[in-house]
């Protein structure tokens, strides 16, 4: 099995209904992170979490929620989605700083808003 | 704020040519870098990082990078490619004392033509 595992990985929805992305991690790690990819501008940071208590805004949240149910799970949500939000977005987890900074990565979740 | 660029969008190589995939970052102290890669359909692999110490580093398929301080360049480099080496590469820049908020540059797709 996978160390970080998505669901759904793919998944077609309509504009302005909700949906959420799933991720659970093996690995232990107390770091998990929620990345979407678009071409040509690489993955952006949408939200990310150090430990279950303590979740964080990145560089894109904006119409994005995030839920951190244990430390292995962080969820992803998209209240009302629109099709700009149609991308790949990654779920990814890291053991901390220093030597340990390496992120591990899902197999991805390619979303369309149609 | 730390940035990323890589300069080529796309980069087509002959089987059994060198490849250099160029990335610049900006960021005021020494950043941990890294390079992954993700073939198509598939999540995010590392293929190296660098922390401290030597600068050329050595990483999986036969991959090594080097960075220069001088020129904020983390250049990845590989002497034969082959063909399924066709993927598209990222590198990354993450800071220390914060842990892994790594941030990525654009991409490189790399093309191996036989």
């Known amino acids: 099995d996978a160390d970080v595992t998505q669901t759904p990985r793919n998944r077609i929805t309509k504009t302005g209904k909700r949906i959420m992305l799933e991720c659970s991690q093996t690995?232990?790690?107390?770091?998990m992170y929620w990345y979407r990819q678009d071409p040509g501008l690489g993955l952006r940071l949408i939200y990310y979490?150090?430990?279950?208590?303590?979740?964080n805004k990145g560089e894109i949240s904006d119409g994005y929620s995030v839920s951190r149910q244990a430390q292995a799970k962080f969820s992803l949500s998209l209240e009302s989605a629109i099709p700009n939000q149609t991308a790949l977005y990654f779920c990814?987890?890291?053991?901390?700083?220093?030597?340990?900074?390496?992120?591990?990565f899902g197999q991805g979740t390619r979303l369309t808003v149609v | 704020a730390q940035s990323v660029t890589q300069p080529d969008i796309h980069i087509t190589v002959s089987e059994g040519a060198s490849l250099e995939l160029r990335c610049n970052y900006s960021?005021?102290?020494?950043?941990?870098l890294f390079w992954y890669v993700q073939s198509p359909g598939q999540g995010l692999q590392l293929l190296l990082k660098?922390?401290?110490?030597?600068?050329l580093v050595q990483g999986i398929k036969g991959f090594e990078a080097e960075f220069k301080r001088s020129q904020s360049s983390f250049n990845l480099r590989k002497p034969s490619v082959h063909w399924s080496d066709a993927a598209e590469y990222f590198c990354?820049?993450?800071?220390?004392?914060?842990?892994?908020?790594?941030?990525f540059g654009a991409g490189t797709i790399l093309r191996v033509k036989s």
């Open positions: 960021y005021g102290a020494t950043p941990y």
């Open positions: 660098y922390f401290s110490g030597d600068t």
């Open positions: 990354a820049v993450g800071p220390m004392e914060y842990g892994n908020k790594l941030v």
């Open positions: 979490s150090f430990d279950v208590k303590d979740i």
């Open positions: 990814a987890t890291s053991g901390g700083t220093g030597v340990n900074t390496e992120a591990f």
């Open positions: 690995k232990g790690h107390d770091r």
